[in-house]
């Protein structure tokens, strides 16, 4: 009986047991799950949806996805076609599938968007609603070979100095209203008002939606939202031309976005790629991206808002993807107050973006962004730097040398830790490793190997700590210092190779940089080896050849 009431105890305690976290690496990716699907189709034709490009089909299409969702869910069909539609909302079940030849378009009429409570750059905000969203939905994909154009030239602003003549001609002929000094056209009154003014979307307590009416076009929605669903696709499909963000994925878990081009002109603010907020589970795969902003950006949230969600961007595999124009090709914030783990890129990309692997925060964003994996990045004309760390975004950092008073670290003191970056080549960028942290909060264990960088500029290291570069090749073509190190510890550079017209080799700077090893690297081709300011002296780095 004892042992009976035993084995009865210990099994009804394991029903109890929390499984550990899984520990992910490159032999263990994270995976995501795959919506499925009834073979039942409904033809938005048969719901009386006109593909003549004038005729609005709002009512049309929403009520095939109605329908089939309730009916068991199924193959809402957009055939062959230029499709005139505005806000459409998606239903759990429902694969809205855009055949090739299909053009979903959405309407330039501002009224067919009412305003709705979103969020916007990890705050809650009033929004326009967006052209295709979903909420709290299970089971949900859009595929196909079509294109979902969001007709974001209506909805944004832009400089005169962005536009050929030709096309300011033609945006001033399209209607909307100029600035005073004539360098910037708005859509409306309503944009150029809360453009001029520094208004914005942000949902302050107390107010109600219509508080915000007499900025409503300013408020652009981004084309694509899911909120809160599990088991979401995007496949096959062009996303193009949305009014702000291009995919907007919001605590989703088991996400995958498969073979889509998503596409924005290069002057398009705000004109982001994918942004993947606070989602968990998450495969994107064999995409092109071509954008006006961030190319493929995690985020989690902003400033104590994100914190207090506290949902992570997590468990994510993102592979065999390009990305052209936009400012940065894999990007992790700013908005990542809730934090970002278990990242891994592979076999990608990045042509001509301002910036190759970016990680950006700033002071009062908290967060802690850690455990990211990235190899076998290629990477050609890069604008900025090609590999890129900073905690002073839309911030001014102090002056080399500035005394600063020393914040408290709290919980709004963002963390950048424990990266492992191996095997990138970039052809062409002004820098190519840049490293910034806080002088309360070091940018720390980074450790970056297998690295060829054909840059104006070599490496700058800003208050970091346990930094490791092995096996780095710099051909730099500046005669200032290959590496320039300022008040950061434990920097361990094991295997550079530099050009011949380096003039200086390593730069240390500041009276806290100490710690600092350099093995199997040839100083003789440097005129000067070493050279120490600011209180930095030859105690702070040792040489072994």
């Known amino acids: 009986m004892k042992t009976i009431k035993v084995f009865i105890l210990f099994f009804i305690s394991a029903l109890f047991v929390v499984p550990a976290a899984a520990q992910y690496s490159w032999d263990n990716l994270p995976t995501a799950k795959l919506p499925v699907f009834k073979k039942d189709t409904f033809d938005v034709k048969d719901y009386g949806a006109i593909a003549d490009g004038t005729t609005l089909n709002t009512n049309s299409i929403n009520n095939a996805i109605a329908d089939c969702s309730k009916k068991g869910g199924g193959v809402v069909l957009i055939p062959e076609g230029l499709w005139l539609t505005g806000p459409l909302v998606l239903k759990s079940n429902v694969n809205l599938h855009i055949k090739s030849a299909a053009i979903l378009q959405y309407t330039s009429d501002f009224n067919q968007y009412p305003l709705v409570i979103g969020t916007y750059e990890g705050r809650r905000s009033a929004r326009n609603q967006s052209p295709l969203s979903g909420e709290n939905l299970v089971n949900v994909a859009v595929t196909g070979k079509g294109?979902?154009?969001?007709?974001?030239?209506?909805?944004r602003m832009v400089g005169k100095d962005r536009l050929t003549e030709k096309q300011w001609t033609n945006k001033i002929a399209s209607g909307g209203v100029v600035s005073a000094d004539g360098k910037t056209w708005y859509p409306s009154v309503k944009t150029k008002k809360a453009h001029e003014e520094k208004l914005n979307g942000v949902f302050e307590k107390g107010n109600t939606l219509k508080d915000y009416e007499s900025i409503k076009d300013y408020l652009r929605p981004n084309l694509v939202v899911f909120t809160n669903c599990k088991k979401v696709l995007l496949e096959g499909v062009t996303f193009q031309n949305s009014p702000a963000w291009n995919l907007h994925p919001f605590q989703c878990e088991d996400l995958t976005v498969k073979n889509v081009m998503v596409k924005n002109p290069e002057y398009a603010q705000n004109g982001d790629g994918i942004d993947i907020e606070s989602c968990k589970n998450v495969l994107i795969e064999g995409c092109i991206f071509d954008v006006g902003d961030d190319g493929i950006c995690i985020k989690s949230g902003k400033d104590e808002e994100g914190r207090k969600r506290g949902k992570p961007t997590e468990n994510v595999v993102i592979r065999n993807s390009t990305v052209y124009k936009g400012h940065g090709g894999f990007v992790i914030g700013s908005e990542m107050s809730g934090g970002a783990r278990n990242i891994f890129v592979y076999n990608c990309s990045f042509m001509g973006t301002d910036k190759g692997l970016r990680f950006k925060t700033a002071r009062?964003?908290?967060?802690?962004?850690?455990?990211?994996?990235?190899?076998?990045?290629?990477?050609?004309?890069?604008?900025?730097?090609?590999?890129?760390?900073?905690?002073?975004?839309f911030t001014k950092p102090p002056k080399p040398g500035e005394k600063v008073e020393m914040p408290v670290v709290s919980e709004a003191t963002p963390r950048f830790q424990n990266f492992e970056i191996s095997n990138i080549v970039c052809d062409g960028a002004k820098k190519g490793i840049f490293i910034r942290g806080l002088p309360e909060m070091a940018v720390k264990n980074i450790r970056i190997s297998n690295v060829v960088l054909n840059t104006d500029k070599g490496v700058e290291i800003i208050e970091a700590a346990g930094i490791q570069l092995s096996h780095l090749v710099l051909t730099n073509k500046s005669t200032e210092?290959?590496?320039?190190?300022?008040?950061?510890?434990?920097?361990?550079?094991?295997?550079?190779?530099?050009?011949?017209?380096?003039?200086?080799?390593?730069?240390?700077?500041?009276?806290?940089?100490?710690g600092i090893s350099i093995t199997n690297t040839n100083t003789v081709k440097a005129k000067h080896?070493?050279?120490?300011?600011?209180?930095?002296?030859?105690?702070?780095?040792t040489i072994i050849n």
């Not at 802690?368 to 890069?382: A, P």
């Not at 550079?493 to 700077?509: H, P």
Request: hydrophobic share 40%; glycine share 10%; charged share 25%.
């Open 147 to 155: 294109i979902i154009d969001g007709n974001g030239d209506v909805w």
């Open 364 to 393: 009062g964003r908290g967060g802690m962004v850690e455990k990211i994996y990235c190899k076998d990045i290629f990477m050609k004309n890069i604008v900025d730097e090609a590999i890129y760390f900073d905690m002073y975004y």
């Open 481 to 514: 210092p290959v590496i320039y190190i300022e008040n950061s510890t434990g920097i361990a550079i094991d295997g550079l190779e530099y050009s011949d017209v380096s003039a200086l080799l390593f730069n240390i700077y500041g009276e806290r940089s100490k």
């Open 529 to 541: 080896v070493t050279r120490f300011e600011n209180g930095a002296d030859n105690r702070a780095i």
